[in-house]
């Protein structure tokens, strides 16, 4: 018997690849990071000129073309977004461009009309921002205003990068607490002194330079006693000739059991440079009588020990909008910092030197960790030549918004 076979044949059709697409959204992604990435360089050139503001930088594009540029100059005039438009031959140029943003534009009435008003008045059709301001008046609010404008905009872009530059500002506004830098120079062997506790000088000439940067974008030094009584220190800002300065940091004290000699350099000098007395109450009033005739200012803080003094002064510098401190001296500050695990950065400059002996101090004093596994962690940041000295610039591992 014949069998027959039914044979069946069928046609699927391919799903259809836009392949022009895609290959229009990699260009504008790469072309998105590029120019993001020149919006949060011109941001870092407001570093301690805008705080208690954020950094921030804006590029103006149009046709693939940088049209304009600007960044958050100084604290009280103009955001970078308005910086940007103000740099256009005419504001008409940016109608149809594209605004690169490195943190979101404020919809709020500050010392300054809001950025998203600047923005919409312009006639800007795409904006384009690294990341959302978690700033309580912002907070979403200017995405909302702009979206609702009809503008198009893109959140996201390069966001690690930004959250990196805007760290102390985001540190601050999160945890109301400034962000803490701790400085230190020591020898190749890791000492800050020698054994009969003479450290001048561990590093040259352009490092000291270099510290005297750091100080004219802070808005405070922070030294404890023992620095003051074998330092007798000014705490000044002395830049390169030709330098501007950006600004006076308070230099601030913070006093456990004693105070400041009324004849030390700090109070002596305390009518021309702030100078902050944060005492505990282990201080006796009668210690303070003479320094209230003085131009220092004296703040009581509710705490006794070493971790609660350093707790509430951070407290009490970020009430005053401190978003930048640093930490200057010898190991036990350092030691009272890293205890309560509030320091961020850290500014380590080597010295070609060896000191030796196990009795000459190194940067960290304290009882320290017991095992590997509980040491603070960092990592590098940066690393740089001044002459023979070398500084690495180290930041938390871990998330410093804590």
Known sequence: MEQSCLVLSFSIDPVPVNLSVEKDNEIRFEQDREFMKLAIDLAKHGEGSVEPNPMVGCVLVRDGKVIGRGFHRVFGGPHAEVDAIMSLASQDHARGSTAYVSLEPCCHQGKTPPCTRALIASGVSRVVIAMKDPFAKVDGGGISELTDHGIDVSVGVMESEATQLLAPYLKRIRTGIPWVIAK??????????????????????????????????????????????????????????????????????????????????????????????????????????????????????????????????????????????????????????FSVDQIDEAHVFVGPKAFGSAAAPGPISGDGVKEVAQAWQFTVADVRQFDDDVRIIYRRKSDPLR
């Not at 913070?254 to 350099?265: A, E, F, M, N, T």
């Not at 401190?325 to 350092?334: C, H, Q």
């Open 184 to 337: 230190w120079a020591m020898t190749m062997d890791g000492k800050i002194a020698t054994v009969d506790r003479q450290s001048k000088w561990i590093t040259g000439d352009n490092s000291r330079a270099e510290v005297h940067r750091l100080r004219n974008r802070v808005d405070a030094v922070i030294v404890g006693m023992g620095t003051v009584e074998a330092d007798d220190p000014q705490l000044t800002t002395r830049l390169p000739e030709g330098e501007a300065p950006k600004r006076t940091a308070v230099r601030v004290v913070l006093c456990h059991h004693r105070v400041p000699s009324i004849d030390s350099k700090l109070i002596q000098t305390a009518n021309q440079t702030a100078t902050l007395l944060l005492v505990s109450r282990a201080v006796p009033t009668s210690m303070l009588e003479d320094l209230h005739a003085t131009a220092v200012e004296i703040v009581q803080l509710d705490a006794e020990n070493r971790n609660e003094i350093v707790i509430a002064a951070l407290q009490h510098l970020g009430e005053r909008g401190f978003t930048n401190v640093m930490i200057e001296g010898g190991g036990e500050i350092f030691s009272s910092f």
